[in-house]
Protein backbone atom coordinates (compact mmCIF):
# COMPACT_ATOMS: atom_id res chain seq x y z
CA UNK A 1 0.00 0.00 0.00
CA UNK A 2 1.50 3.40 -1.04
CA UNK A 3 2.24 5.56 1.78
CA UNK A 4 0.39 8.56 0.14
CA UNK A 5 -2.90 8.80 -1.57
CA UNK A 6 -2.81 12.63 -2.70
CA UNK A 7 -0.85 11.92 -5.87
CA UNK A 8 1.27 14.70 -5.61
CA UNK A 9 3.03 13.71 -2.93
CA UNK A 10 6.43 11.79 -2.33
CA UNK A 11 6.58 9.17 0.77
CA UNK A 12 8.45 11.00 3.47
CA UNK A 13 12.15 10.41 3.75
CA UNK A 14 14.52 10.49 6.66
CA UNK A 15 17.13 13.08 7.82
CA UNK A 16 19.77 13.27 9.27
CA UNK A 17 17.59 12.92 13.24
CA UNK A 18 15.36 10.66 11.67
CA UNK A 19 13.01 12.70 11.52
CA UNK A 20 9.31 11.85 9.25
CA UNK A 21 10.05 15.42 6.87
CA UNK A 22 6.39 16.37 5.54
CA UNK A 23 7.84 17.14 2.11
CA UNK A 24 11.31 16.54 0.57
CA UNK A 25 14.33 18.77 2.10
CA UNK A 26 17.88 18.97 0.39
CA UNK A 27 19.65 18.04 4.09
CA UNK A 28 17.54 14.36 3.98
CA UNK A 29 20.13 11.62 3.95
CA UNK A 30 19.45 8.52 2.15
CA UNK A 31 17.66 5.43 3.76
CA UNK A 32 20.94 3.34 3.70
CA UNK A 33 22.54 6.30 6.71
CA UNK A 34 19.48 5.27 8.71
CA UNK A 35 19.77 3.35 12.28
CA UNK A 36 16.10 3.67 13.05
CA UNK A 37 13.78 1.30 13.32
CA UNK A 38 11.03 1.46 10.26
CA UNK A 39 8.66 0.05 12.06
CA UNK A 40 8.31 2.07 14.90
CA UNK A 41 7.32 5.81 14.77
CA UNK A 42 7.93 8.07 17.84
CA UNK A 43 5.77 11.22 17.25
CA UNK A 44 6.43 14.07 19.30
CA UNK A 45 6.56 17.85 19.61
CA UNK A 46 2.92 18.32 20.27
CA UNK A 47 1.85 21.59 21.71
CA UNK A 48 -1.07 19.79 22.72
CA UNK A 49 -1.61 15.54 22.17
CA UNK A 50 -5.58 15.05 22.22
CA UNK A 51 -5.77 11.85 23.61
CA UNK A 52 -9.82 11.22 23.54
CA UNK A 53 -8.97 8.31 25.92
CA UNK A 54 -11.58 7.45 29.18
CA UNK A 55 -15.16 6.79 29.65
CA UNK A 56 -16.89 5.28 25.89
CA UNK A 57 -19.36 6.80 24.80
CA UNK A 58 -18.95 9.91 25.64
CA UNK A 59 -22.42 11.54 26.91
CA UNK A 60 -22.96 14.89 28.96
CA UNK A 61 -20.69 17.04 30.72
CA UNK A 62 -18.07 14.13 29.35
CA UNK A 63 -18.43 14.90 25.66
CA UNK A 64 -15.91 17.99 26.61
CA UNK A 65 -13.23 15.87 28.45
CA UNK A 66 -10.74 15.10 25.20
CA UNK A 67 -8.01 14.23 27.55
CA UNK A 68 -5.24 16.96 25.86
CA UNK A 69 -1.49 16.14 27.08
CA UNK A 70 0.54 19.30 26.64
CA UNK A 71 3.68 18.94 25.37
CA UNK A 72 2.67 15.15 24.10
CA UNK A 73 4.04 12.15 22.07
CA UNK A 74 3.12 9.25 21.48
CA UNK A 75 4.73 5.97 19.85
CA UNK A 76 3.53 3.40 17.27
CA UNK A 77 4.95 0.41 16.36
CA UNK A 78 3.10 -1.58 13.14
CA UNK A 79 0.66 0.80 12.75
CA UNK A 80 -0.64 0.47 15.77
CA UNK A 81 0.03 2.73 19.47
CA UNK A 82 2.15 1.51 21.57
CA UNK A 83 2.42 4.29 24.25
CA UNK A 84 1.07 7.75 24.64
CA UNK A 85 2.12 10.57 27.29
CA UNK A 86 4.45 13.14 27.50
CA UNK A 87 7.05 14.38 25.55
CA UNK A 88 9.80 13.48 28.27
CA UNK A 89 8.01 10.06 29.27
CA UNK A 90 7.91 9.08 25.71
CA UNK A 91 10.99 9.69 24.13
CA UNK A 92 12.56 8.43 27.77
CA UNK A 93 11.20 4.71 26.52
CA UNK A 94 14.31 2.48 25.14
CA UNK A 95 12.09 1.68 21.88
CA UNK A 96 11.95 5.42 21.01
CA UNK A 97 15.50 5.33 20.61
CA UNK A 98 15.72 3.59 17.70
CA UNK A 99 12.43 5.00 16.05
CA UNK A 100 11.94 6.83 13.39
CA UNK A 101 11.09 10.42 14.25
CA UNK A 102 8.70 12.83 13.44
CA UNK A 103 8.88 16.30 15.43
CA UNK A 104 5.40 18.09 14.97
CA UNK A 105 6.87 21.21 15.80
CA UNK A 106 4.65 22.40 18.34
CA UNK A 107 1.08 21.76 16.66
CA UNK A 108 -2.00 20.41 17.23
CA UNK A 109 -2.27 16.23 17.38
CA UNK A 110 -5.53 14.57 17.25
CA UNK A 111 -7.34 11.24 16.53
CA UNK A 112 -8.11 10.89 13.03
CA UNK A 113 -11.63 12.20 11.98
CA UNK A 114 -14.49 9.40 11.98
CA UNK A 115 -17.32 10.27 9.47
CA UNK A 116 -19.70 8.15 10.18
CA UNK A 117 -22.77 9.36 7.38
CA UNK A 118 -21.47 9.64 3.93
CA UNK A 119 -23.08 9.08 0.24
CA UNK A 120 -19.46 8.17 -1.48
CA UNK A 121 -20.77 6.94 -4.79
CA UNK A 122 -22.33 9.23 -6.91
CA UNK A 123 -21.83 10.16 -10.43
CA UNK A 124 -22.20 14.07 -10.79
CA UNK A 125 -22.92 17.20 -8.45
CA UNK A 126 -26.07 18.53 -8.46
CA UNK A 127 -25.00 22.12 -9.39
CA UNK A 128 -28.60 23.24 -11.16
CA UNK A 129 -30.21 22.17 -7.87
CA UNK A 130 -27.74 24.42 -5.95
CA UNK A 131 -29.25 27.61 -8.20
CA UNK A 132 -32.51 26.26 -7.91
CA UNK A 133 -32.42 26.39 -3.68
CA UNK A 134 -30.99 29.86 -3.99
CA UNK A 135 -34.36 31.17 -5.91
CA UNK A 136 -36.91 29.89 -2.92
CA UNK A 137 -37.37 26.25 -4.44
CA UNK A 138 -37.61 23.74 -1.34
CA UNK A 139 -36.40 20.41 -1.21
CA UNK A 140 -39.25 18.70 -1.38
CA UNK A 141 -40.44 20.94 -4.70
CA UNK A 142 -37.38 19.80 -6.41
CA UNK A 143 -37.87 16.23 -5.69
CA UNK A 144 -41.16 16.33 -7.22
CA UNK A 145 -39.68 17.43 -10.58
CA UNK A 146 -37.82 14.82 -10.35
CA UNK A 147 -34.87 16.31 -9.03
CA UNK A 148 -33.14 15.46 -5.55
CA UNK A 149 -32.17 11.31 -5.01
CA UNK A 150 -33.80 10.41 -8.12
CA UNK A 151 -31.59 12.72 -10.52
CA UNK A 152 -28.70 10.81 -8.54
CA UNK A 153 -30.15 7.51 -9.27
CA UNK A 154 -30.45 8.06 -12.99
CA UNK A 155 -27.28 9.66 -13.66
CA UNK A 156 -25.45 7.09 -11.50
CA UNK A 157 -27.38 4.01 -13.46
CA UNK A 158 -25.92 5.57 -16.39
CA UNK A 159 -22.56 5.59 -15.33
CA UNK A 160 -19.48 3.44 -15.69
CA UNK A 161 -17.89 1.29 -12.93
CA UNK A 162 -14.51 3.49 -14.17
CA UNK A 163 -15.61 6.54 -13.71
CA UNK A 164 -17.80 6.00 -10.54
CA UNK A 165 -14.59 4.81 -8.68
CA UNK A 166 -12.27 7.71 -10.16
CA UNK A 167 -15.19 9.91 -8.77
CA UNK A 168 -14.51 8.25 -5.41
CA UNK A 169 -10.84 7.83 -5.56
CA UNK A 170 -11.26 11.78 -5.82
CA UNK A 171 -12.91 12.26 -3.17
CA UNK A 172 -11.16 10.30 -0.19
CA UNK A 173 -7.60 11.89 -1.46
CA UNK A 174 -9.63 14.89 -0.26
CA UNK A 175 -11.38 13.68 2.89
CA UNK A 176 -8.22 12.61 3.98
CA UNK A 177 -6.56 15.92 3.15
CA UNK A 178 -8.75 17.52 6.50
CA UNK A 179 -7.53 14.76 8.78
CA UNK A 180 -10.63 11.90 7.86
CA UNK A 181 -9.19 8.03 8.26
CA UNK A 182 -12.05 6.27 8.43
CA UNK A 183 -15.53 6.75 7.03
CA UNK A 184 -19.22 4.66 6.64
CA UNK A 185 -20.26 4.96 3.40
CA UNK A 186 -23.91 4.28 1.89
CA UNK A 187 -25.49 3.12 -0.98
CA UNK A 188 -28.61 4.19 -1.79
CA UNK A 189 -28.24 6.15 -5.67
CA UNK A 190 -28.92 3.18 -7.42
CA UNK A 191 -32.53 1.50 -6.12
CA UNK A 192 -32.02 -1.61 -8.18
CA UNK A 193 -30.44 -4.87 -7.57
CA UNK A 194 -27.76 -4.37 -10.50
CA UNK A 195 -26.98 -0.67 -9.55
CA UNK A 196 -27.00 -1.58 -5.26
CA UNK A 197 -24.89 -4.23 -6.00
CA UNK A 198 -22.79 -2.12 -7.92
CA UNK A 199 -22.15 0.74 -5.26
CA UNK A 200 -21.64 -2.14 -2.61
CA UNK A 201 -19.39 -3.88 -4.71
CA UNK A 202 -17.05 -0.74 -5.13
CA UNK A 203 -17.15 -0.07 -1.53
CA UNK A 204 -15.63 -3.46 -1.54
CA UNK A 205 -12.99 -2.67 -4.41
CA UNK A 206 -11.94 0.92 -2.37
CA UNK A 207 -11.59 -0.67 0.90
CA UNK A 208 -8.81 -2.64 -0.62
CA UNK A 209 -7.37 -0.07 -3.11
CA UNK A 210 -6.63 2.99 -0.39
CA UNK A 211 -5.77 2.98 2.84
CA UNK A 212 -8.66 4.59 4.44
CA UNK A 213 -10.79 2.37 5.99
CA UNK A 214 -14.22 2.22 4.69
CA UNK A 215 -17.49 1.09 6.25
CA UNK A 216 -20.45 -0.05 4.49
CA UNK A 217 -24.05 0.28 4.73
CA UNK A 218 -26.87 -0.83 2.43
CA UNK A 219 -29.49 2.02 1.72
CA UNK A 220 -31.79 0.70 -0.66
CA UNK A 221 -34.38 2.61 1.09
CA UNK A 222 -33.12 5.66 0.25
CA UNK A 223 -36.60 6.72 -1.77
CA UNK A 224 -39.34 4.62 -3.87
CA UNK A 225 -37.57 4.45 -7.15
CA UNK A 226 -39.47 6.28 -10.34
CA UNK A 227 -40.18 3.18 -11.94
CA UNK A 228 -42.39 1.62 -9.04
CA UNK A 229 -44.03 5.25 -8.12
CA UNK A 230 -45.84 4.53 -11.21
CA UNK A 231 -46.92 1.41 -10.12
CA UNK A 232 -50.08 0.54 -8.28
CA UNK A 233 -48.89 -0.89 -5.31
CA UNK A 234 -44.88 0.12 -5.98
CA UNK A 235 -43.95 1.18 -2.79
CA UNK A 236 -45.20 -2.28 -1.13
CA UNK A 237 -43.27 -3.98 -4.57
CA UNK A 238 -40.12 -1.93 -3.88
CA UNK A 239 -40.49 -3.48 0.10
CA UNK A 240 -40.64 -6.49 -1.25
CA UNK A 241 -37.69 -6.67 -3.30
CA UNK A 242 -35.39 -5.26 -1.03
CA UNK A 243 -36.41 -7.36 2.10
CA UNK A 244 -36.66 -10.89 -0.24
CA UNK A 245 -34.09 -10.18 -3.00
CA UNK A 246 -31.16 -7.26 -2.14
CA UNK A 247 -31.37 -7.69 1.65
CA UNK A 248 -30.59 -11.41 1.03
CA UNK A 249 -27.70 -10.83 -1.32
CA UNK A 250 -25.58 -8.32 0.57
CA UNK A 251 -25.60 -10.39 3.34
CA UNK A 252 -24.56 -13.54 1.50
CA UNK A 253 -21.88 -11.24 -0.73
CA UNK A 254 -20.94 -9.74 2.87
CA UNK A 255 -21.53 -6.02 1.31
CA UNK A 256 -22.18 -4.46 4.27
CA UNK A 257 -22.55 -3.98 7.88
CA UNK A 258 -25.26 -2.20 8.17
CA UNK A 259 -28.83 -1.18 7.14
CA UNK A 260 -30.30 2.08 6.56
CA UNK A 261 -33.37 3.19 6.02
CA UNK A 262 -34.76 7.16 5.09
CA UNK A 263 -37.75 7.20 7.25
CA UNK A 264 -39.79 10.57 6.17
CA UNK A 265 -42.34 12.20 4.51
CA UNK A 266 -41.88 11.54 0.52
CA UNK A 267 -39.63 8.10 1.27
CA UNK A 268 -40.62 5.56 4.01
CA UNK A 269 -43.39 5.23 6.18
CA UNK A 270 -42.18 3.84 9.81
CA UNK A 271 -44.37 0.85 9.20
CA UNK A 272 -42.29 0.12 5.87
CA UNK A 273 -38.36 1.47 7.40
CA UNK A 274 -39.63 -1.45 10.44
CA UNK A 275 -40.12 -4.06 7.63
CA UNK A 276 -36.34 -3.30 6.01
CA UNK A 277 -34.64 -3.29 8.78
CA UNK A 278 -36.57 -6.58 10.67
CA UNK A 279 -35.67 -7.91 7.70
CA UNK A 280 -31.70 -6.40 7.60
CA UNK A 281 -31.24 -7.44 11.31
CA UNK A 282 -32.64 -11.11 10.37
CA UNK A 283 -29.59 -11.12 8.31
CA UNK A 284 -26.90 -9.69 10.15
CA UNK A 285 -26.72 -6.15 9.25
CA UNK A 286 -27.43 -3.67 12.18
CA UNK A 287 -30.41 -0.62 11.91
CA UNK A 288 -29.25 2.95 10.99
CA UNK A 289 -31.71 5.26 10.73
CA UNK A 290 -32.41 8.89 8.65
CA UNK A 291 -34.89 10.01 11.29
CA UNK A 292 -36.82 13.45 11.43
CA UNK A 293 -34.76 15.19 8.80
CA UNK A 294 -38.12 17.12 7.25
CA UNK A 295 -40.90 15.95 9.26
CA UNK A 296 -41.11 13.89 12.36
CA UNK A 297 -42.55 10.53 12.07
CA UNK A 298 -41.37 8.80 15.20
CA UNK A 299 -38.37 6.72 13.15
CA UNK A 300 -36.28 7.93 16.28
CA UNK A 301 -38.49 5.96 18.32
CA UNK A 302 -38.27 2.51 15.99
CA UNK A 303 -34.65 3.31 15.65
CA UNK A 304 -34.28 3.20 19.53
CA UNK A 305 -36.70 0.04 19.99
CA UNK A 306 -34.83 -1.60 17.17
CA UNK A 307 -31.34 -0.93 18.77
CA UNK A 308 -30.41 1.14 15.99
CA UNK A 309 -26.50 2.12 15.88
CA UNK A 310 -27.63 5.47 15.17
CA UNK A 311 -30.24 7.73 14.02
CA UNK A 312 -29.18 10.82 12.15
CA UNK A 313 -30.18 14.34 10.81
CA UNK A 314 -32.81 14.85 14.05
CA UNK A 315 -33.78 18.23 13.16
CA UNK A 316 -37.64 17.85 14.05
CA UNK A 317 -37.44 15.59 16.99
CA UNK A 318 -39.02 16.20 20.19
CA UNK A 319 -38.54 16.34 23.86
CA UNK A 320 -39.80 12.48 23.89
CA UNK A 321 -37.72 11.60 21.28
CA UNK A 322 -34.78 13.17 22.86
CA UNK A 323 -35.62 11.52 25.66
CA UNK A 324 -35.84 7.99 24.57
CA UNK A 325 -32.48 8.28 22.79
CA UNK A 326 -30.72 9.71 26.44
CA UNK A 327 -32.02 6.24 27.64
CA UNK A 328 -30.42 4.55 24.41
CA UNK A 329 -27.19 3.06 23.23
CA UNK A 330 -28.39 4.61 19.90
CA UNK A 331 -25.95 7.61 18.79
CA UNK A 332 -27.53 11.10 17.73
CA UNK A 333 -25.57 11.67 14.43
CA UNK A 334 -26.06 14.85 13.68
CA UNK A 335 -25.26 16.61 10.15
CA UNK A 336 -25.10 20.13 10.13
CA UNK A 337 -23.72 20.80 6.55
CA UNK A 338 -27.10 19.42 4.98
CA UNK A 339 -28.85 22.21 7.06
CA UNK A 340 -26.11 24.54 5.93
CA UNK A 341 -26.40 23.74 2.19
CA UNK A 342 -30.05 23.47 1.72
CA UNK A 343 -30.23 27.48 4.01
CA UNK A 344 -32.45 26.31 6.50
CA UNK A 345 -32.84 27.63 10.06
CA UNK A 346 -33.76 24.68 12.13
CA UNK A 347 -30.50 22.55 13.00
CA UNK A 348 -31.08 19.33 15.19
CA UNK A 349 -31.19 20.31 19.23
CA UNK A 350 -27.40 19.64 20.11
CA UNK A 351 -27.62 21.38 22.95
CA UNK A 352 -30.63 19.73 24.57
CA UNK A 353 -29.01 16.26 23.01
CA UNK A 354 -26.16 16.67 25.11
CA UNK A 355 -27.58 18.02 28.54
CA UNK A 356 -30.26 15.08 28.26
CA UNK A 357 -27.10 12.14 28.07
CA UNK A 358 -27.66 10.96 24.68
CA UNK A 359 -24.68 10.20 22.72
CA UNK A 360 -24.15 12.86 19.96
CA UNK A 361 -21.73 12.35 17.38
CA UNK A 362 -21.19 14.73 14.06
CA UNK A 363 -20.86 13.62 9.99
CA UNK A 364 -20.29 15.21 6.48
CA UNK A 365 -23.05 13.45 5.37
CA UNK A 366 -20.97 13.91 1.98
CA UNK A 367 -23.59 13.87 -1.12
CA UNK A 368 -24.06 15.45 -4.37
CA UNK A 369 -26.93 17.11 -3.22
CA UNK A 370 -27.75 18.61 0.51
CA UNK A 371 -24.47 18.71 1.70
CA UNK A 372 -21.42 18.69 -0.74
CA UNK A 373 -18.70 18.83 1.60
CA UNK A 374 -15.75 16.59 2.51
CA UNK A 375 -14.31 18.90 5.50
CA UNK A 376 -14.75 17.44 9.04
CA UNK A 377 -13.46 20.66 10.33
CA UNK A 378 -16.19 22.98 8.45
CA UNK A 379 -18.62 20.38 10.20
CA UNK A 380 -16.97 21.36 13.63
CA UNK A 381 -17.45 24.88 12.62
CA UNK A 382 -21.27 24.71 11.85
CA UNK A 383 -21.46 22.55 15.36
CA UNK A 384 -20.14 25.67 16.72
CA UNK A 385 -21.38 28.57 15.72
CA UNK A 386 -25.17 26.60 14.51
CA UNK A 387 -25.58 24.35 17.46
CA UNK A 388 -23.57 25.71 20.19
CA UNK A 389 -21.53 23.16 20.64
CA UNK A 390 -17.85 23.79 22.59
CA UNK A 391 -14.96 22.98 20.23
CA UNK A 392 -14.03 19.92 22.60
CA UNK A 393 -17.73 18.61 22.29
CA UNK A 394 -17.59 18.87 18.45
CA UNK A 395 -14.03 17.15 18.29
CA UNK A 396 -15.17 14.45 20.63
CA UNK A 397 -18.53 13.64 18.43
CA UNK A 398 -16.47 13.48 15.48
CA UNK A 399 -14.20 10.79 16.98
CA UNK A 400 -14.56 8.95 19.39
CA UNK A 401 -18.37 8.93 19.21
CA UNK A 402 -18.25 8.57 15.33
CA UNK A 403 -16.09 5.46 15.89
CA UNK A 404 -18.79 4.06 18.81
CA UNK A 405 -21.48 4.66 16.01
CA UNK A 406 -19.88 2.42 13.62
CA UNK A 407 -18.76 -0.66 16.38
CA UNK A 408 -15.32 0.29 15.93
CA UNK A 409 -14.44 2.39 19.41
CA UNK A 410 -12.49 -0.71 20.27
CA UNK A 411 -9.70 0.42 17.60
CA UNK A 412 -10.36 3.64 16.28
CA UNK A 413 -11.55 7.02 17.27
CA UNK A 414 -8.92 8.10 20.26
CA UNK A 415 -5.14 7.57 20.87
CA UNK A 416 -4.69 5.00 23.05
CA UNK A 417 -2.16 1.63 23.46
CA UNK A 418 -3.55 -0.99 21.41
CA UNK A 419 -5.76 1.29 18.88
CA UNK A 420 -4.78 1.68 15.17
CA UNK A 421 -2.27 4.85 14.88
CA UNK A 422 -4.83 6.89 13.09
CA UNK A 423 -4.08 10.50 13.30
CA UNK A 424 -4.30 14.15 12.29
CA UNK A 425 -1.97 17.26 12.86
CA UNK A 426 -3.16 20.35 12.93
CA UNK A 427 -0.81 23.35 12.22
CA UNK A 428 -2.97 25.30 14.54
CA UNK A 429 -1.39 26.49 18.45
CA UNK A 430 -4.72 25.68 20.20
CA UNK A 431 -7.29 22.72 19.08
CA UNK A 432 -9.68 25.54 19.14
CA UNK A 433 -8.67 27.00 16.13
CA UNK A 434 -9.70 24.10 14.52
CA UNK A 435 -13.70 25.16 14.18
CA UNK A 436 -12.70 28.93 14.47
CA UNK A 437 -11.03 28.74 11.32
CA UNK A 438 -14.21 28.05 9.13
CA UNK A 439 -13.73 26.91 5.48
CA UNK A 440 -10.07 26.68 5.74
CA UNK A 441 -8.12 23.98 5.64
CA UNK A 442 -5.13 23.85 8.49
CA UNK A 443 -4.35 20.16 8.51
CA UNK A 444 -0.38 19.35 7.85
CA UNK A 445 -0.71 15.68 7.93
CA UNK A 446 -2.61 12.58 8.43
CA UNK A 447 -1.39 9.40 8.94
CA UNK A 448 -3.31 5.79 8.22
CA UNK A 449 -2.41 2.96 10.99
CA UNK A 450 1.18 5.08 11.50
CA UNK A 451 1.64 5.88 7.77
CA UNK A 452 1.19 9.35 6.28
CA UNK A 453 -1.57 9.23 3.77
CA UNK A 454 -1.82 13.50 3.19
CA UNK A 455 0.65 15.92 4.25
CA UNK A 456 0.73 19.17 3.05
CA UNK A 457 3.77 20.57 0.92
CA UNK A 458 6.30 22.44 1.61
CA UNK A 459 6.00 26.63 1.17
Known amino acids: MPLCITGRLRPPRLCERHSLLPAPAKACATLGHNTGDLSSLLITGALQLLTLRGRVPRRGKFLSDIGIIRDGALLTRDGVIAAVGTRSEIESLPESCSAEKLDVGGRVVLPG ?63 AEYGTTTLEVKSGYGLNVASELKILRLHKELSAEQPLDIVSTFLGAHVVPAEFRSKRGGAEQYVSLLTDKLIPEVAAEQLAEFCDVFCDRGAFS ?190
Not at 280 to 308: F, I, S, Y
Not at 351 to 372: E, F, H, K, M, W
Open 113 to 175: FVDSHTHLIHAVSRAEEYELKIRGASYEEIARKGGGILNSVKKLRAATVESLKKRAHSALREF
Open 270 to 459: RRESNQILQAGRKKGLVPRMHAEQLTRTGATRLGVKLGAASCDHLEQVTKTDIQALARSKTVATLLPGCDFHLGLRKYAPARALIDAGAIVALATDYNPGTSPTVSMPMILSLACMQLRMSPAEAIAAATINAAYSLLRDHKIGSLEAGKQADIAIFDVDDYREIPYYFGVNKCWMTLKKGQPVFQKAHT
